[in-house]
């Protein structure tokens, strides 16, 4: 049951990587289609799915019913990003390399792959308070995670000194994610969600439609990005396997022992735990493209890591079901 749940929710991601990966090398996807995918994906689509998915998930009623869950929830999104920081520094051979592994370590697909394999594995009551406790990784997603895979890259001690000085004037650059267009669609959903507005059928209808465009679009423009390694390559580097064992075994082991520890065990510890499980987000393909910045290694990152958990997903989630 297990397996098969992953196996069709990997299958589907890995058939259109592959998709991307053709069509990229048949040049139907040429290198501006491949700006045009991130350009839809950061300034439409992932702000769409935003404002659709928050202001239905998230009500005060929620929170009130389900505050410990939002809570732990929150702890955990701050928490995953200090584990995932020595990692990174470890393993990263530059800054743009680090700061991928930064995010690709502390955050996994939830949405597009998490949440119909929980629910299929431990039911759809947990699959939707799954959803609430991830709210907080959302906004980080949107907000640290952002910041992180579209910062400028110093190469150089001019380049250095020039940044330096740009942030000495200026700066709000740490602040630059304020601007970005996912991080005003999750606001917008925070507060759709938590005030008394109803948002009308017609409109919530288009943007969940425009949101569910983001999971197909993001694994295309992985596969296009892919296309630029020979496709040896994508088997025999060693690092994404290293980083993915990381992601997949190394750091559920380490939360999950934490909570099961400190007595945080049902649903709360089946959720915590399989949310550190998943396979590595696509944003860190998404975002750097959207910025410009060369995302081949987060892609290889993707790959690999949604191959492997055909094997570590059905391993950890008996584990998490016995312990819970």
């Not at 009500?59 to 990174?88: C, M, N, Q, R």
């Not at 743009?96 to 939830?110: H, P, Q, T, V």
Request: glycine content about 8%; aromatic content about 12%.
């Amino acid at each position: 049951m297990i397996f098969l749940k992953t196996l069709e929710q990997t299958g589907i991601l890995l058939i259109f990587i592959f998709t991307g990966y053709f069509l990229r090398k048949k040049e139907v996807i040429n290198e501006s289609g491949k700006k045009v995918l991130a350009g839809l994906l950061v300034n439409l689509f992932a702000p769409c799915y935003g404002i659709a998915s928050l202001s239905t998930q998230l009500s005060i009623d929620k929170l009130s019913e389900y505050f410990k869950y939002f809570l732990v929830g929150t702890i955990l999104a701050i928490v995953i990003i200090f584990v995932a920081l020595p990692f990174a520094k470890l393993l990263g051979k530059n800054k743009l390399e680090r700061n991928i592994l930064k995010y690709a370590l502390a955050f996994a697909n939830i949405g597009y792959f998490g949440y119909p394999v929980v629910g299929a594995v431990f039911g759809e009551e947990v699959k939707a308070l799954m959803i609430l406790f991830c709210i907080p990784q959302t906004i980080a997603i949107n907000t640290y995670g952002y910041q992180v895979l579209t910062q400028k890259v110093v190469e150089t001690p001019s380049d250095l000194q020039n940044e330096l000085d740009k942030t000495k004037h200026k700066w709000t650059e740490h602040l630059r994610f304020l601007k970005s267009v996912p991080f005003i669609g999750t606001m917008l959903g925070v507060f759709l969600g938590l005030l008394p507005i109803e948002i009308p059928p017609f409109v919530q209808n288009l943007l969940s439609t425009a949101g569910n465009c983001q999971s197909a679009t993001a694994m295309l423009l992985t596969g296009s990005v892919l296309a630029n390694v020979p496709f040896k390559k994508l088997f025999t580097s060693l690092k994404p396997y290293i980083i993915s064992a990381i992601r997949l075994l190394v750091i559920p082991c380490i939360m999950g022992g934490v909570m099961y520890l400190l007595g945080l065990k049902g649903d709360l510890f089946i959720i915590a735990t399989a949310c550190v499980s998943i396979p590595v987000g696509m944003n860190v393909v998404v975002y750097p493209e959207s910025a410009g910045l060369d995302s081949t290694e987060g892609a290889k990152m993707c790959f690999i890591s949604y191959v492997l958990a055909l094997a570590t997903l059905p391993v950890v989630f008996e584990i998490i079901k016995k312990l819970a």
